[in-house]
């Protein structure tokens, strides 16, 4: 009978551990999303078609030795962007082939309420079918449809919002077009996109001459039309207000403690960092998380002896504490190793609504380490 009882009892303690363990890691996980701004772990379709300017956008971000989360992308208002989102095509092409407009339709839905939205810009490719002399040039308007009208009774309302022109003779055989529509997105967004009705896009060519839609755009590829929505969710000003003030020394030499014990067992390390790899597929990420499939955070440990070297990266106060602790142990703790300067990680990713989403996060890895 003891013999049963004990193995039940090891049995529920078994099973306890397994919940107490899925527990924490579903409260790591949930914790985690939050930090994200996601409510929830996205359910998402296996084969993810990537666009490559979404791709080109996060690797761009990705081998950026800096410290900053800006877009870089010339031409557009980005300086305070560290998020953007890729939204396709889904109008249809038009019914007339010889048409020279085209309605552009993306599926924008609410964004998250502490974002706002600094630039936006739509990118076709241009692979010129249609002929063209030398000296003429196709003009490419594109215009925001305010209100849409009602075939017999009404014109729609547009606005103009962006348009360039482009010599054949000079162009590309293929190439991708980007058109700033931020005023577009602006507009949308005051109204938390309720009536979207879609962007025009018209060929015009300079001679008089008409030239079809279809014929300069491709809208049947696989990339299509790609909407990229920028925003700065404010986590970029706030980690700016909130980094520490720290010493910004070089490491010597001279710097090094002396050593005073001849055991290596009992000389704890000093306050330094430690690689750390935070694998995404080993924590179940990889399914919505594209890229990376893995980075290195790295972690702060060690001990702060006893005096403080420079390199030690120690404010006035450790330094105190530790001089503290060093007279009387038992009156004061000594100064703890932690993260004296962080840096940002760039993320691929899906959002709730299965959205691509291009963020760099502050704060995601170790680059610095000292007593505090």
Partial sequence: MASGTMITVMFLLSMLHTVLAVTAYEEAEKQFLTKLGLSRKPIVNKNVDIPCATMELYKSMSEKNTAKTNFPLPG???KSANTARTYTNTGSPPINSKSQRYRLQFDIQPLPEREQVTAAEVR??????????DDEFIHVLVHDIIEPGIKGFSKPILRLIDSKSINRSTALKSEVISFDVTPAIERLSEKNFDGNHGIIVQCVITSGGQTHIMDVF?????????????????TIE???????????????ADDEPTKTVTS???IPKICQRHPLWVDFQSIGFTDW??????YAAYYCYGACKYPLAEHMNATNHAVMQTFMNHLNPTSVTKSCCVPTKLGPQTLLYL?????LVVKTYPDMTVEECGCR
């Fill in 76 to 78: 557009l208002h980005t």
């Fill in 124 to 133: 076709i490719t241009m692979f010129y079918k249609a002929r063209l002399e």
């Fill in 218 to 234: 491709d809208f049947e590829s696989s990339e299509k039309a790609l909407l990229i929505v920028y925003t700065d969710d404010g």
């Fill in 238 to 252: 706030k980690n700016a207000n909130n980094m520490m003030e720290r010493y910004r020394t070089k490491r010597s």
């Fill in 264 to 266: 290596k067992k009992s």
């Fill in 289 to 294: 998380i594209q890229a990376p499939q893995g």
């Fill in 351 to 355: 959002d709730d609504e299965g959205k």
